[in-house]
Structure formats: C-alpha cells, structure tokens
C-alpha cells in the first residue's frame, strides 16, 4: 500500500536552524520493512503548496509529523492542501506535538486519527489494517474522534531495544538541498527519553518517549554512520547528535564510539546538547576522542534561585567545572541561558552574565523564558498568573521570542526592556568573546576557507551582537 509520510515545513522561518526530521525518517523505515511503498513529502524547499502532489498521488495513508504549536498552523495549511489532492486518503498526525495534545490536534486539523508516541509499530499496524480492509479501531496509541466523543486507545510500552529499530530512511532526503540551505550537521539519536524533571521542558518529552531513558549500543550507533557515510560517499562527516542528553551514557561508550570509528576509518566531527552535572574530565576527554568539537551545555541562569525554581538540579559551580573541562580538551562549549523567568530579578540576571564570564563560552544562546503548554513551567505560570499570551502560537517558540524580543509571561520584578537590556550586553559579551577567543579565531578561519558563505554570515551575526542584537529580525 501507498503510504506518504509528511514534513510540512511549509512557508516557516527556521529560528533554529535546517533539520531533517529523524523519527519521521524511522518511520519510513519501518513501513517499507513491512512492505508498504512510501513517499517522503518534505515541504522544506516547496515554492508552491502543490509542487508535490504528484508524488502524494495514490496514497490510502497520509501522516503528517507535527513537532510543535509553534507549527501547527503550517501544519494545517499543508494538511488541507492534501486532503483536496487525496480526498479518499486516511489522514494521520504523529510527533511530539499530538502526541502532547491529541484531541487538540484533531480539533483543530481534519484527520482521521492520532498515533500518540514512538510510532515505529503502530504505524505498521494501521497501515496493515488499512490494506486489508480491517478495522483500525483497537490499535494501540490510536486516538480519534467518535460522534465528537474523543476516544485515546490504550498505550503500548516503548520499544525497549533501541537497536532493533530500523535507521532513518536518509536515501530519501535532498541532503544537498538541506546543505545549501543552512544545515551543517546530519541529525542522528544515540537515546530516546530523558531522566530529569525540568520545569520548562517536562512533562512534555515523557508523552512521546516516556519518562526514562533507553540507550542504543555504540555498535548500532556506528553501523548507522558507516551507512551515512555510505550514503553521502564520505569518510568525514558532521554529525548532531539530538539526545536530550547523550551524556548519560557512561565514559566506556564513548571510549567504545571512539575505537570503532578508528576502526572504520570515520572521522566524525560531531556536536551534542548536555546537563553540566552528567559530565566528567574522562568523559570529556573520551568525547573530544571521538570526534566531539562542541557540548551545548545547559547553563540557563548564574543564579541557584533561578536554577531551583527551574528544577534543573545543577549549580553554577558544576557548569564553571564542566566550562573547565572542555577548554582543557579542545572542546567548544557554549552556554545555552534562558532569561525573562517572572521569579528573576536584577540580581539574578546580573548574577548570570558575572557567571558567563567565569565560564568563558564560546559561544551564547539567550532564549526568552517562555510558557510552552504541555510543560510544568505553563500551569505554573497559569495558576500563579504570570501567563501573559495564551493564544498567538507565534509566542511559543523560545528561539523567536529572543529574536523579536517578545515574551509570553508576565514579569513581576522586571520589565520586558530590563530583560532586552541584559539579552543585549549579553550578546554583546558574546560577540567580545567570539573576537577575542583564539579558539574562535582558528575555527573561524578555518571555516571562511571551506565554507565562505557560512563564515560570512557568521562574522555578520558577531557584528550585528555588538550593537545588542545576533539575529536578523524576520517576523510573519
Ligand atoms: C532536533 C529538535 C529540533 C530541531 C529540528 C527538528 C528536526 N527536524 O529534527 C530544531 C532545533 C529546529 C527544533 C526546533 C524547535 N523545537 Co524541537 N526538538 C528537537 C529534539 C531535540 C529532537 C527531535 C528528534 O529527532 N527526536 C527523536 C525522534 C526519534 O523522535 P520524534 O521526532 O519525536 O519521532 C518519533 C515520534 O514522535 C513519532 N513521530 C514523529 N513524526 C511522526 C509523524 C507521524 C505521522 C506519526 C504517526 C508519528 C510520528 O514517531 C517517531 C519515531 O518513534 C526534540 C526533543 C526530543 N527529544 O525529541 C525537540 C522538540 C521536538 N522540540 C520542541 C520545540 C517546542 C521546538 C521549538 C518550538 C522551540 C524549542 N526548541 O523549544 C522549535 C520549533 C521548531 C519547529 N519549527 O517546529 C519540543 C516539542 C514539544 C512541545 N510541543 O512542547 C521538543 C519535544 C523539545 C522539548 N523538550 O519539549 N527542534
Ligand atoms: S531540559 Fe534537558 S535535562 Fe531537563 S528535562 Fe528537558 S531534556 Fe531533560
């Protein structure tokens, strides 16, 4: 059977950059396994909604991933667009936002069904029903509507072998595009779930992955590069490793990771998001080993106040210790802040750029603390009557919310302009930092040499932060 499984990044500014979506790749993995023809519809680089209908043709399923609010509206326009090209099609939502909100998804978006969660099996189930004719009501993580009665079928456990699942379907991803357009690293997943309890970001992963975490052996994670590698006719590749937080596999897997990509003779040069308090100098050093140039750490604030009301469980000390470790071992560190939290005061945000400069990043993101539904810090907000904006979904993407210097949350100590004021001397600190750092300075030459363009608008951004703001202002 014909299934087309949709990105329907259509008409989107990208705040955080180009990405092809991984677990939407799985999936279509998954489905040819099972013996399913599929279509990838990757609206990244549409100019025109209907510049893909003919590949939609002849589909009897059509899933389209939704990852976030942030998004839905695109997801809609798309959604629609499809249902006039493939009227008698079983329209489907997956990812982490209906995973999240499933009846508010089918709400507001005409599908058929939801599919909560890790999709890989239930995918298959509803693609095989939908073949033979059967009915698909029982599928496990389905949810639909029934006479307007929202019905959630029981959820299956996730999957506990992460290395039988099958590797994202990359032959079907214009890499070439996604590299002209901005993308430097290919996204791989070495974990699914996350241990932790953050305020701003819990419970929301725990809908999709659960509310642990499951780890791929190094082997498995290897053979999927190898296969890349393959792929792309490469022996050197840049690589983001997307985990929530690959840092919780102990030092021996990376010692490991290390050893097979020697004895493959890969170069991975490779980047990852980490808690300050998940890392040591070993491991450090078995990362830089094998390929790591950068951690994004997440710092969020300089003050424990702040860090506590976060839950984040980590203190500044940890993150100076960590900064320390990766400038001994060559390993960029950035530090990943979120500023505008309505407990914040002056001092606290005094006290978070006087921690920036004992940690000497290399680089700085500044995110507006910002009231995602689906996350504690929402219902916080909500119940103590801090959320300002609960309805523009434009105000739900942290990442754009610093670029156009906007919030959704009410501050009782601070005005917004108090908090623009700090994310601009803290920009202009990075900027000071990406100038005056020799580290900076090599990889920045080095760039400019192979990769003009980048290096360009890389040195544009390091001006524009001197005058307060890093990012062009686009806004829709
Ligand atoms: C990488 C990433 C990005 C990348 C790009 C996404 C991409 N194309 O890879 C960038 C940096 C651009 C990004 C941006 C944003 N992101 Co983001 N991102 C992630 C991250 C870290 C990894 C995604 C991933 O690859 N996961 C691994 C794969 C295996 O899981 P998966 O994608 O969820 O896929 C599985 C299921 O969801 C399902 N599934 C997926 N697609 C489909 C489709 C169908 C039809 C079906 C049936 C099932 C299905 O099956 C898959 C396999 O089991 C996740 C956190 C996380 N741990 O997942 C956040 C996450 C998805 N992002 C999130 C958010 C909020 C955003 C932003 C709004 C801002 C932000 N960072 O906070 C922006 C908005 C981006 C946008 N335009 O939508 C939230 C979404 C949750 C929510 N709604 O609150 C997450 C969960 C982070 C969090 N901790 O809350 N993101
Ligand atoms: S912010 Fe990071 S560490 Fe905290 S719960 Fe989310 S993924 Fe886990």
Redesign the pocket.
């Known amino acids: 059977m014909k299934v087309a499984l949709v990105y329907p990044r259509w008409d989107w500014i990208e705040y955080n950059g180009l990405a092809e979506p991984v677990g939407l790749l799985q999936l279509i993995s998954s489905l040819r396994n099972a013996g399913h023809e599929v279509e990838f519809l990757d609206y990244s680089f549409c100019s025109k909604l209907g510049d893909l209908d003919e590949k939609a043709a002849g589909a009897a399923l059509v899933g389209v991933a939704i990852s976030a609010a942030a998004k839905v509206s695109r997801a809609d326009i798309v959604t629609r667009h499809l249902k006039s090209v493939v009227p008698n099609a079983v329209f489907l939502a997956g990812g982490a936002y209906p995973s999240i909100f499933p009846g508010k998804t089918l709400e507001t978006i005409p599908f058929d069904f939801v599919l909560v969660g890790e999709a890989e099996d239930s995918i298959v189930e509803l693609s095989d029903a939908i073949a033979n004719g059967s009915d698909p009501s029982d599928i496990r993580n389905l949810v639909y509507l029934s006479d307007s009665k929202l019905i959630e079928n029981p959820r299956r456990p996730v999957p506990a072998d992460l290395d039988a699942l099958p590797f994202p379907a990359r032959d079907v991803v214009d890499y070439d595009a996604y590299l002209a357009g901005g993308m430097s690293e290919y996204g791989m997943i070495t974990t699914r779930g996350?241990?932790?309890?953050?305020l701003?970001?819990?419970p929301s992963?725990d809908f999709i992955f659960g509310g642990n975490i499951r780890y791929r052996s190094a082997e498995n994670v290897v053979e999927e590069i190898v296969r890349l590698a393959e792929i792309r006719s490469v022996r050197k590749l840049p690589v983001f490793f997307k985990d929530?937080?690959i840092t919780m596999h102990p030092a021996k897997w990376f010692e490991t990771l290390r050893n097979l990509l020697r004895n493959e003779s890969i170069e991975l040069c490779w980047h990852c998001?980490s808690?300050v308090d998940t890392v040591s100098r070993e491991k450090i050093h078995l990362m830089a080993e094998s390929g790591c140039h950068c951690i994004s750490f997440?710092v969020e604030s300089g003050s424990q106040k702040i860090l506590d009301f976060y839950r984040?469980g980590t203190t500044p000390l940890q993150a100076e210790q960590a900064f320390k470790w990766c400038r001994e071992f060559g390993v960029e560190a950035t530090a990943n802040l979120m500023i505008g939290f309505p407990m914040e005061n002056e001092e606290d945000l005094r006290a978070t750029y006087e921690h920036l400069k004992r940690l000497k990043p290399d680089d700085i993101i500044v995110y507006f603390s910002t009231a995602i539904p689906g996350r504690y810090i929402h219902d916080w907000a909500k119940e103590n009557g801090y959320l300002a904006n609960d309805t523009n979904p434009e105000l739900l993407d942290p990442a754009r919310n610093r670029a156009c210097e906007v919030m959704n949350m009410r501050l009782p100590f601070l005005n917004l302009d108090d908090v623009i004021h700090w994310k601009r001397r803290i920009e202009r600190y990075r900027s000071w930092r990406k100038v005056s750092s020799y580290n900076n300075i090599r990889h920045w030459v080095a760039e400019l040499a192979h990769h003009p363009g980048s290096a360009t608008k890389k040195a544009y951004r390091v001006i524009r932060g001197f005058g307060g703001r890093g990012e062009d202002v686009i806004t829709k």
Do not use: E, Q
């Open positions: 996350c241990p932790f309890n953050c701003y970001c819990k992963t929530d937080t998001n808690r997440g984040k």
